[in-house]
């Protein structure tokens, strides 16, 4: 009688391991799927998995049960065949070695290799021993927060990181789960919510725009000669933007009233949205979807124009770089040999530490308050640097290409022996 009860005693263990397994492993979003295609195990599996704390209490409780009571009856056996001498070390080496065997290492294998399988399979019995269990686990888990609170552990910890998040995205495109251009778009995703606008913008040295009185003429130059869909509007100077008028509304009204001598630039005027320049785009494209428009100005912490944002520019966050037929593609950056690249002085300078991250799997010791690639550069030559002056990092050796108006148009970065992982 006692082999049998011990078997079943081993066979329960196993059970309660291989649940441990299967909770701990199971895929939530597999779960969901499955108790969206009806499965009612999946459904008590997500409550279990819910209420881990509650149910991994329970799981210990009945594997402890289990566990003495085969340890009990094993000896018991034992003695009754060998003796009081020999049969307690008898049953102690067997029952370790078949618990190890079949009662976790075996369990647990099988666990991990079909958890969500397993997880609704046992879900049924879990729920009703959670039940049953539920003074002891509940005694349990008070002592466990009494703990908590004696160690000061009671910060609750995010199951995953967003850097987390990036390395499982990597892993399943390395596995061939997602293909790169979806992978590069999730974590673009991830990305765009911690994005400011004015890393984005176009600054206020380059904007192109038409002062509110300007002869059509001359607007009409500025359209034909930066092939530019819309146009801010000033007045005075580009610290007063009043609005924006569009390459259709323009030219429809050139033509059709040029005639006439009373075509004015404020008659086709559209009003245009101010936004400060710390603020997400995340939250500048649901405005601006809301409301129906393509252009804002990013004005800076005294009030006056920083420079313009499109919503092509918040896309292009999302996406990659959006290039129409009249767009001359001038890649940001183009490497010139195995260990030199150019780059444009206005390249985002946290999109440039994610670029090289990315490749090199370093992140570049850039300490710099800057926004560009090119302010950054200028803050180690500590002045306005020249064309072909040259300045050094531990990783690169910079050498400015173009310059102008006291600005980096374009530089060459030299990467230093060691710096890029092979």
């Known amino acids: 009688m006692e082999p049998v009860v011990i078997l079943i005693l081993i066979l329960c263990s196993a059970f309660f391991s291989a649940s441990e397994t299967a909770l701990t492993a199971a895929n939530r979003i597999r779960l969901k799927s499955m108790e969206e295609n009806g499965s009612k195990g999946a459904r008590l599996a997500l409550k279990l998995v819910e209420k881990y704390d509650k149910v991994l209490t329970t799981i210990l409780i009945g594997n402890n049960i289990v566990n003495i009571a085969a340890s009990s009856l094993a000896t018991v056996f034992a003695v009754s065949l060998l003796g009081e ?3 307690p070390l008898a049953a102690t080496v067997v029952l370790t070695l078949l618990l190890l065997i079949f009662g ?4 647990k294998s099988v666990a991990n290799d079909h958890s969500e399988g397993m997880s609704v399979g046992v879900s049924g019995v879990l729920t009703v021993l959670t039940y049953i269990f539920t003074p002891l686990s509940a005694f349990f888990l008070l002592l466990k927060k009494a703990a908590s609170k004696l160690f000061g552990n009671n910060k609750k910890e995010v199951s ?6 990036i390395k499982i995205i990597d892993e399943i495109e390395d596995e061939g789960v997602l293909e790169e251009q979806e992978s590069d778009l999730v974590k673009s995703a991830l990305v765009f919510d911690e994005t400011v606008v004015d890393e984005i913008i176009t600054h ?3 904007v ?3 002062e509110i009185n300007d002869d059509p003429e001359k607007v009409r130059e500025l359209f034909m000669n930066n092939s530019f869909s819309r146009l801010p509007v000033y007045e005075g100077s580009l610290d007063k933007i009043v609005g924006f008028i569009s390459q259709k509304d323009f030219f429809i009204a050139y033509i059709s009233q040029k005639e006439r001598g009373d075509f004015l630039i404020r008659d086709i005027m559209q009003e245009i949205r101010y936004f400060p320049h710390l603020m997400k785009i995340s939250e500048i494209l649901r405005i601006m979807q809301h409301e129906k428009i393509h252009m804002a100005v990013v004005l800076d912490q005294y009030g006056g124009t920083l420079g313009i944002v499109t919503l092509e520019d918040i896309l292009e966050q999302l996406v990659g770089e959006i290039w129409d037929e009249n767009d001359k593609v001038v890649p940001p950056l183009t490497f010139i040999s195995d260990d030199a690249f150019s780059i444009n002085g206005d390249v985002p300078l946290n999109a440039f530490r994610r670029y090289w991250q990315d490749r090199s799997g370093n992140a570049p010791n850039i300490d710099s308050s ?3 690639v090119g302010g950054w550069v200028m803050e180690l030559f500590g002045r306005i640097p020249a064309v072909s ?10 050498t400015v290409t ?5 600005r980096i148009l374009n530089m060459r970065f030299q990467i230093l022996n060691g710096t890029e992982k092979e």
């Open 204 to 206: 206020r040295v380059d």
């Open 402 to 406: 173009a310059a102008e108006d006291r």
């Open 208 to 210: 192109v725009g038409a």
């Open 160 to 165: 995953v990181t967003e850097q987390e998040l």
């Open 389 to 398: 002056d040259t300045v050094s990092t531990n990783e690169f050796a910079i």
């Open 85 to 87: 001498d020999h049969g």
């Open 104 to 107: 976790e290492v075996l369990p």
């Open 370 to 372: 800057a926004r560009t």
